[in-house]
């Protein structure tokens, strides 16, 4: 079992649509990160939450630190939210143990 | 901003060669480390530095070396590459005591 899961693994949303990504984590983490990865492969970081819910434009990222559990939702989708969305537990800043990834199309 | 660099894109070495991969960041970070990503598998670490001439294994160190001779710069060395080192290789950087990583483009590798 790993450390960091996500679901879904694939996700194809039409234009408009509300969408949500969800992780989950087993280990002890200071903090969780949604990160962003374009075609390509570049990487970006869009949240790093410790507690409680956090929004950024039409995205918001919510943690429940009882239940080891963090959601990332985008509203309005668009197409060029298309992307791997990939959560991270951070262990006090010495290294990232990363889920799997939730590869997100969103169609016009 | 921030800026993470890593000297290819894209990557073809034969099985056998000595394949080093360059990564390069402008923020006088302290905190360096190099990551694979294959389908499925997620970011796996692989080695992680927080100064210069220091470094740590990470989770998959087997059949790679590191470098960092200056603060800036983090190497990635296999030694002798082999096929099952095709992957997406990302570095990232960070500053001491902070949780922001912020990754480098990447580099494919292929082995064949």
């Known amino acids: 079992k790993n450390e960091v899961e996500q679901s879904p693994q694939n996700l194809t949303a039409q234009e408009g649509e509300f969408i949500t990504i969800n992780c989950s984590y087993s280990?002890?983490?200071?903090?969780l990160h949604w990160l962003q990865q374009h075609p390509g492969g570049g990487i970006v970081s869009l949240f790093m939450?410790?507690?409680g819910k956090k929004k950024h434009g039409r995205l918001i990222a919510t943690i429940n630190i009882q239940e080891k559990h963090s959601s990332l939702h985008i509203t309005a989708s668009h197409p060029r939210d298309s992307a791997v969305y990939i959560c991270a537990g951070d262990n006090y800043g010495q290294n990232f143990v990363f889920g799997p990834g939730t590869r997100l199309s969103v169609l016009p | 901003d921030v800026k993470v660099t890593q000297s290819s894109r894209y990557l073809v070495k034969r099985t056998g060669e000595k394949v080093f991969l360059e990564c390069v960041q402008d923020m006088d970070h302290e905190n360096m480390f190099w990551y694979r990503q294959d389908p499925g598998l997620g970011l796996r670490l692989i080695y992680f530095s927080y100064d210069v001439k220091m470094k740590e294994k990470g989770d998959i160190p087997e059949g790679y070396s590191v470098s960092r001779e200056k603060k800036e710069r983090f190497s990635l060395i296999l030694e002798s590459a082999s096929t099952n080192q095709t992957s997406m290789y990302l570095c990232?950087?960070?500053?001491?005591?902070?949780?922001?990583?912020?990754f480098g483009p990447g580099t494919r590798l292929t082995v064949t």
């Open positions: 280990v002890g983490i200071s903090a």
């Open positions: 939450l410790s507690s």
């Open positions: 990232a950087s960070s500053l001491q005591g902070s949780y922001e990583q912020y």
